[in-house]
């Protein structure tokens, strides 16, 4: 087993070393693979060269040798980090959210690019429902052709939703507009585009209960006001 501190080296040798060692391969497959249990962040990780060729993977699914030179997770990796929601791919008949970025040597010389995917159904794990949102508000992801990313409180992923702020946030605006959810009920939504994954963000939370914490707010001020006058 290798450290993390260690990992860079062992990525130099299988990429950058004219005559790189055999287990180099199977010792960074190893790593990988540690990591994806440790950090349950990913379904899989895969190591490309310059040439887009794949020089390890986790994923026997995805073979050594395969050239990904056109794809954009290789291509816009080259310069900096990149996510992208995939609704078809090469690796899994299910939506992926693939993320990449550069490996690069000590001096920040590019060296390949590490590419790792994960289930688009397990995109609610790291969307956490009840965090300042109260008991009606909702987070939301949304493909460019209007369905849910996410998993509703009302219907199912992949439902497609025709709302004021999905259409604002899909014709890449973002801001904040009270209007019918997919539910039917009145929602004080936040919307915002995010072009490197190419879906829109939308927060949500029922007028009323927004109005109740209003209210509840206000009167704790005035409470709190009419103490410090008497």
Avoid at 55 to 80: C, L, N, Q
Avoid at 187 to 205: D, I, M, N, R, S
């Amino acid at each position: 087993a290798i450290s993390a501190e260690e990992a860079p080296y062992f990525v130099w040798e299988v990429l950058d070393d004219t005559e790189p060692d055999p287990n180099a391969y199977i010792t960074l497959r190893g790593y990988f693979g540690r990591f994806l249990m440790r950090t349950e962040l990913f379904d899989a990780l895969f190591l490309l060269n310059l040439e887009g060729e794949v020089v390890v993977s986790t994923d026997d699914d995805i073979p050594w040798g395969i050239v990904h030179t056109d794809r954009e997770y290789f291509t816009e990796a080259m310069e900096e980090p990149f996510v992208l929601i995939m609704p078809e791919n090469p690796f899994s008949e299910r939506p992926m959210v693939v993320a990449s970025r550069p490996a690069t040597d000590a001096s920040g010389g590019l060296l390949g690019i590490v590419v790792g995917y994960v289930g688009i159904d397990q995109l609610d794990e790291f969307i956490p429902q009840e965090i300042v949102l109260g008991n009606t508000g909702e987070i939301h992801l949304v493909g460019t052709d209007g369905a849910l990313l996410t998993r509703p409180s009302v219907g199912e992923r992949g439902d497609r939703l025709q709302t004021e702020g999905v259409d604002l946030a899909l014709s890449q605006a973002s801001g904040e507009a009270v209007y019918a959810n997919h539910a039917g009920r009145n929602v004080l939504g936040v919307y915002h585009w995010l072009p490197k994954p190419g879906v829109a963000l939308l927060v949500e939370q029922e007028q009323s209960e927004v109005l109740t914490l209003i209210y509840q707010t206000l009167a704790l001020n005035l409470g709190v006001a009419i103490v410090l006058v008497i």
